[in-house]
């Protein structure tokens, strides 16, 4: 996929923690994190920059999400730490939940394409691929991009009705 397609599937698989925080705290801060989930999208990518790593190697692996997970875990205890140890737990817990989780929508989408991902290498070499469509279809990007903006605002949009 490319970056449109990449945006879309981190946006439905941010649109149920969405839905929640909406609910929980307020649509701007669920619109926010959105946001931010939508911009480190692209992060697996970044290995197409770095010499001698390979294109849907390492940083499109379960290891690199735990890896991306426990950086912004780490990074949000940090922060919630000034307040008090649970607060450092809840932050640092939700701030893994998305480091990973923006990593994993990354490799669902590559999983649509014929190329797919090896999530588990180089542990196990196996190969998953729905082979749905081309990385480069502007249909399937455009779709997926579309579809991920229609599914976050609706889920963030019932999230913040929701009487509490």
């Given at each position: 996929?490319?970056?449109?397609?990449?945006?879309?599937?981190?946006?439905?698989?941010?649109?149920?923690?969405?839905?929640?925080?909406?609910a929980?705290?307020?649509i701007?801060?669920?619109?926010?994190?959105?946001?931010?989930?939508?911009?480190?999208?692209?992060?697996?990518?970044?290995?197409?920059?770095?010499?001698?790593?390979?294109?849907?190697?390492?940083?499109?692996?379960?290891?690199?999400?735990?890896?991306?997970?426990?950086a912004?875990?780490?990074?949000?205890?940090?922060?919630?730490?000034?307040?008090?140890?649970?607060?450092?737990?809840?932050?640092?817990?939700?701030?893994?939940?998305?480091?990973?989780?923006?990593?994993?929508?990354h490799?669902?989408?590559?999983?649509?394409t014929?190329m797919?991902?090896e999530?588990?290498?180089?542990?196990?070499?196996?190969?998953?691929?729905?082979?749905?469509?081309?990385?480069?279809?502007?249909?399937?990007?455009?779709?997926?991009?579309?579809?991920?903006?229609?599914?976050?605002?609706?889920?963030?949009?019932?999230?913040?009705?929701?009487?509490?």
């Amino acid at each position: 996929m490319h970056r449109k397609g990449h945006v879309g599937a981190s946006l439905v698989v941010y649109a149920p923690f969405g839905f929640a925080l909406a609910a929980l705290a307020s649509i701007e801060a669920a619109a926010v994190v959105a946001a931010a989930v939508a911009s480190t999208a692209m992060v697996p990518d970044l290995d197409m920059k770095v010499p001698f790593v390979n294109h849907r190697g390492i940083t499109h692996t379960v290891w690199f999400a735990l890896a991306v997970g426990v950086a912004f875990g780490a990074a949000g205890a940090m922060l919630g730490l000034r307040e008090s140890a649970l607060a450092a737990a809840l932050v640092g817990g939700l701030a893994f939940l998305f480091g990973a989780l923006t990593i994993v929508s990354h490799l669902l989408a590559d999983a649509l394409t014929p190329m797919g991902i090896e999530p588990f290498a180089p542990v196990r070499d196996d190969h998953y691929t729905l082979d749905l469509f081309r990385a480069a279809n502007p249909v399937a990007n455009y779709g997926l991009l579309a579809l991920g903006g229609v599914v976050v605002a609706g889920a963030l949009v019932a999230g913040a009705a929701l009487p509490v």
